[in-house]
């Protein structure tokens, strides 16, 4: 820390309670009283060096001189700096530091400490060693934050703009082009070993350091301050990404709900008692928040969407201004691609607690989410994916695709809420396009998990709640349980059952065109004489081939077995409910495979003639492929 001795004289103060008496051998003349404190002096000492003392002074001409009292209850820095001021007068050794040097240059300039009152005098002494310190970023804040205790005298003399502006330059500067700034315990070392001091090295290059190296140290910054730093530096052209990080950090330290980080004590030791960072009340975080979203740059991806979905939490906990959480909702909307389903689940904070997490939050922010998405799409609307848009057998992930997934999640959440009405779940599952979804298991697990929590549903309900799915994209695993699910109506199931046979028909067919044409080109191999080395080769891949083919052509024919075997079942069912035999007739022939299409060698199914009820399961988890009771995503 930079230092400045002025005065050459020996201390001749001392302090007797609240009063300071100074030893020169002659009495005291003159007592100045700032605050509580009292300082008997001289007049002549102060009147030569103070044009403001020297007019006081005057005043008193006419009256007693031994009774001349002079009242300084206004004067910047107190007693304190008064002190400091005194000593000066009377050339007492005195030590000026990037701790005091404002609250003694704004004394000096309400005390009118000019050079018209002495060459060298306090004004112009204070003055160039500002203009030292202001070249070091350490005590550079350290006169900052002196300015606290001095506004806004120390606005009126500039010094607060300077320090602001020296800070900015360093902040958008490389640091280790000039040393900045001195981290930990004023020393800075190399990994070769060479320490460096105040950025002056020895040999060895300094360590590099990240663009987030100034963000602990002005995070003690009163909010007026730090948000003039922030503007100071976006003036300067720092990256808003730079800018973000700053005001993440800032946020973490201050707001509730955010990770706290370590003392400033442990940083870079730049006051001699670390402050205290007390915790603030309910309308300063809420003021500081509402200042840290203005303050954000708005732009997409600066913030982590995590970030911006805590901010939004604690601006509904804070009752922030609508202003400030719309423009929070507006953030996430844009970037909802990267949330993680943890950090959607804000909970419902309003006076009329309808629901355990605040489902209308969510809804805005999708709603936001697909304005852009069908702003940016224009007039082109992506259709279902097909094979041409799958990279190793799974679909392209897009933002569209990531949010369907991440709504899926969030509605098997909310599901189990009785509180939560079906209108509420069926708005905010309908936002999502069909095409968004490459399957559907995920939105049918939350339909499952829904009508397990509130099985007072009506039928037209349920079917209502199950037109959200399309059962043509559901996977082998969701239609196998779908099957078997009794909190699903009928017609779902006998939809459910209909679409797999259909999707196995063609499998079947597809196999079979590829069996016919390994064996054809089986045939011709064998007119053709390869290369010795060859041949075997051959010959092993087209058994191999041939023979897993004939392996999955039998799983599927004894699924299609299962598939009858359920129809079955499901006609004996209707039977029982009265329904009309003929509109089954209909489904049955669809269902039964003609005999001709079967291998002659094929045994006949007999699960046609079982009467067994088919197996009932619990919620589907179509994540993990398994079937749990409680109805909630595993963890």
């Given at each position: 820390m930079a230092c400045m001795k002025l005065g050459s004289k020996s201390d001749a103060f001392h302090r007797e309670g609240q009063t300071w008496l100074c030893r020169t051998g002659l009495p005291s003349d003159i007592t100045v009283e700032v605050g509580e404190v009292s300082f008997h002096l001289h007049k002549f000492p102060l009147l030569s060096r103070s044009g403001l003392l020297e007019k006081l002074i005057e005043d008193f001409a006419g009256e007693d001189a031994s009774n001349c009292v002079v009242q300084l209850h206004d004067i910047p820095g107190g007693a304190k700096a008064f002190e400091l001021v005194a000593k000066f007068c009377y050339a007492v050794r005195i030590e000026v530091t990037a701790l005091n040097v404002v609250s003694l240059r704004c004394a000096a300039e309400y005390l009118q400490m000019t050079e018209a009152y002495g060459e060298g005098n306090l004004i112009k002494l204070t003055e160039d060693f500002l203009n030292d310190i202001f070249g070091s970023w350490v005590d550079s804040i350290k006169a900052l934050e002196s300015c606290e205790e001095v506004l806004p005298l120390a606005e009126e003399v500039h010094i607060v703009s300077r320090c602001l502006n020296s800070l900015a330059a360093k902040a958008c500067s490389d640091p280790s082009l000039f040393g900045w700034p001195v981290p930990k315990n004023n020393t800075m070392q190399s990994p070769g070993g060479t320490v460096?001091?105040?950025?002056?090295?020895?040999?060895?290059?300094?360590?590099?350091?990240?663009?987030?190296?100034?963000?602990?140290?002005?995070?003690?910054?009163?909010?007026?301050?730090?948000?003039?730093?922030?503007?100071?530096?976006?003036?300067?052209?720092?990256?808003?990404?730079?800018?973000?990080?700053?005001?993440?950090?800032?946020?973490?330290?201050?707001?509730?709900?955010?990770?706290?980080?370590?003392?400033?004590?442990?940083?870079?030791g730049r006051t001699n008692h670390a402050p205290t960072i007390s915790s603030p009340s309910e309308g300063d975080q809420r003021a500081l928040l509402e200042e840290i979203v203005e303050l954000l740059p708005n732009k997409r991806g600066v913030a982590s969407t995590k970030f911006l979905l805590r901010l939004l939490r604690t601006a509904i906990i804070l009752q922030a201004s609508l202003s400030c959480r719309s423009n929070l909702e507006k953030r996430v909307g844009s970037q909802m691609d990267h949330a993680r389903l943890d950090d959607l689940l804000i909970p419902n904070t309003g006076y009329t607690v309808e629901t355990l997490y605040d489902i209308d939050c969510i809804q805005r922010i999708l709603d936001h989410f697909m304005s852009i998405e069908q702003a940016t799409s224009g007039a082109f609307s992506p259709c279902i994916v097909d094979e041409g848009q799958l990279l190793d057998g799974t679909p392209i992930q897009t933002p569209m695709t990531m949010v369907a997934k991440l709504i899926d999640g969030y509605l098997a959440e909310v599901a189990p809420d009785v509180n939560l009405k079906l209108t509420k779940f069926q708005a905010l599952a309908a936002v999502i396009p069909d095409y968004?979804?490459?399957?559907?298991?995920?939105?049918?697990?939350?339909?499952?998990?829904?009508?397990?929590?509130?099985?007072?549903?009506?039928?037209?309900?349920?079917?209502?709640?199950?037109?959200?799915?399309?059962?043509?994209?559901?996977?082998?695993?969701?239609?196998?349980?779908?099957?078997?699910?009794?909190?699903?109506?009928?017609?779902?199931?006998?939809?459910?059952?209909?679409?797999?046979?259909?999707?196995?028909?063609?499998?079947?067919?597809?196999?079979?065109?590829?069996?016919?044409?390994?064996?054809?080109?089986?045939?011709?191999?064998?007119?053709?004489?390869?290369?010795?080395?060859?041949?075997?080769?051959?010959?092993?891949?087209?058994?191999?081939?041939?023979?897993?083919?004939?392996?999955?052509?039998?799983?599927?024919?004894?699924?299609?077995?299962?598939?009858?075997?359920?129809?079955?079942?499901?006609?004996?069912?209707?039977?029982?409910?009265?329904?009309?035999?003929?509109?089954?007739?209909?489904?049955?022939?669809?269902?039964?495979?003609?005999k001709s299409s079967e291998p002659h060698n094929a045994e006949p199914s007999k699960a046609c003639d079982s009467k067994d009820p088919p197996r009932r399961s619990s919620c589907y988890d179509g994540d993990q492929h398994q079937h749990c009771e409680s109805g909630v995503m595993p963890n």
């Open positions: 460096f001091w105040n950025g002056i090295a020895t040999g060895s290059k300094p360590r590099s350091m990240g663009e987030d190296w100034w963000y602990e140290d002005v995070s003690f910054l009163t909010l007026p301050l730090y948000r003039r730093l922030v503007l100071a530096v976006e003036a300067r052209g720092m990256k808003p990404q730079r800018i973000a990080g700053a005001l993440m950090f800032y946020a973490k330290r201050y707001l509730p709900g955010m990770s706290k980080f370590e003392s400033f004590k442990e940083n870079i968004a979804r490459p399957l559907d298991d995920g939105v049918y697990r939350a339909i499952d998990i829904y009508l397990k929590a509130h099985p007072w549903l009506t039928d037209s309900e349920r079917e209502q709640l199950c037109r959200l799915m399309n059962c043509q994209k559901l996977s082998l695993e969701a239609c196998t349980h779908a099957a078997q699910n009794e909190r699903l109506p009928l017609r779902v199931i006998v939809q459910v059952l209909f679409f797999e046979q259909l999707r196995l028909r063609t499998s079947i067919a597809g196999w079979f065109f590829v069996s016919d044409n390994l064996d054809n080109s089986q045939g011709q191999t064998e007119n053709i004489a390869p290369p010795k080395n060859d041949t075997t080769i051959q010959m092993d891949l087209g058994t191999t081939e041939k023979g897993d083919h004939v392996l999955g052509i039998n799983d599927m024919k004894t699924r299609v077995r299962q598939l009858e075997k359920e129809c079955l079942n499901m006609k004996h069912e209707l039977e029982k409910l009265g329904k009309p035999k003929g509109s089954w007739n209909i489904f049955s022939k669809r269902f039964r495979f003609r």
